[in-house]
T-cell receptor, first 114, second 114 residues
Framework: DSGVTQTPKHLITATGQRVTLRCSPR?????VYWYQQSLDQGLQFLIHYYNGEERAKGNILERFSAQQFPDLHSELNLSSLELGDSALYFC?????????????FGEGSRLTVL | AQTVTQSQPEMSVQEAETVTLSCTYDTSENNYYLFWYKQPPSRQMILVIRQEAYKQQNATENRFSVNFQKAAKSFSLKISDSQLGDTAMYFC???????????FGTGTRLQVTL
């Protein structure tokens, strides 16, 4: 158990809909990262938040948005969903204090868009 | 931009044998971190081993070791005494420490057979 909690584990929805994925980082971790993994592909970096502030943005679509709340949990919002958005979405966290760059991953949220 | 290349999409090894997975990367940074993550069928991302670029000694974790060649920008993973539980996707990942994200390779699918 990495200590990172993601909900829901599975989600099936239709094109055009909007979903919210939630992540609770490890206790004490200030950084939250979101990654997308399409079928049998590598992990694509979406966005990084540190203590409530956006720190880096990757190839995140404009239809996607994220935020990190004062209690440090994060939400990834996906709107106007398309078939190609079907993927496994990972949240990861770390302390981000420069000593260890290891990311601790949640179990992922599998999104299926029909 | 940093890139990570894993040139072996699939590999197979017999139980108890040794296998080496390749990874190369490209960066102009001098200080950075390298990782190997394992993704078993459960889809959980699990850290296997970590290497800091400023350390000349190759990292070792039980049956897992790396061959870090900084000048060649190479970071291979050696798995000794392979076990059935090692069957998984293996991802090489890179972090400069300032890029605020891990960059992953496309992965190598390892199958351990009897």
């Amino acid at each position: 158990d990495s200590g990172v909690t993601q909900t829901p584990k599975h989600l099936i929805t239709a094109t055009g809909q909007r979903v919210t994925l939630r992540c609770s980082p490890r206790s004490g971790d200030l950084s939250v990262y979101w990654y997308q993994q399409s079928l049998d592909q590598g992990l694509q970096f979406l966005i990084h938040y540190y203590n409530g502030e956006e720190r880096a943005k990757g190839n995140i679509l404009e239809r996607f948005s994220a935020q990190q709340f004062p209690d440090l949990h994060s939400e990834l919002n996906l709107s106007s969903l398309e078939l190609g958005d079907s993927a496994l979405y990972f949240c990861a966290s770390n302390a981000n204090e420069g000593h260890s760059r290891e990311l601790f991953f949640g179990e992922g949220s599998r999104l299926t868009v029909l | 931009a940093q890139t990570v290349t894993q040139s072996q999409p699939e590999m197979s090894v017999q139980e108890a044998e040794t296998v080496t997975l390749s990874c190369t990367y490209d960066t102009s940074e001098n200080n950075y971190y390298l990782f190997w993550y394992k993704q078993p069928p459960s889809r959980q991302m699990i850290l296997v081993i970590r290497q800091e670029a400023y350390k000349q000694q190759n990292a070792t974790e039980n049956r897992f070791s790396v061959n870090f060649q900084k000048a060649a920008k190479s970071f291979s993973l050696k798995i000794s005494d392979s076990q059935l539980g090692d069957t998984a996707m293996y991802f090489c990942a890179f972090d400069t420490g300032t890029a605020s994200k891990l960059t992953f390779g496309t992965g190598t699918r390892l199958q351990v057979t009897l």
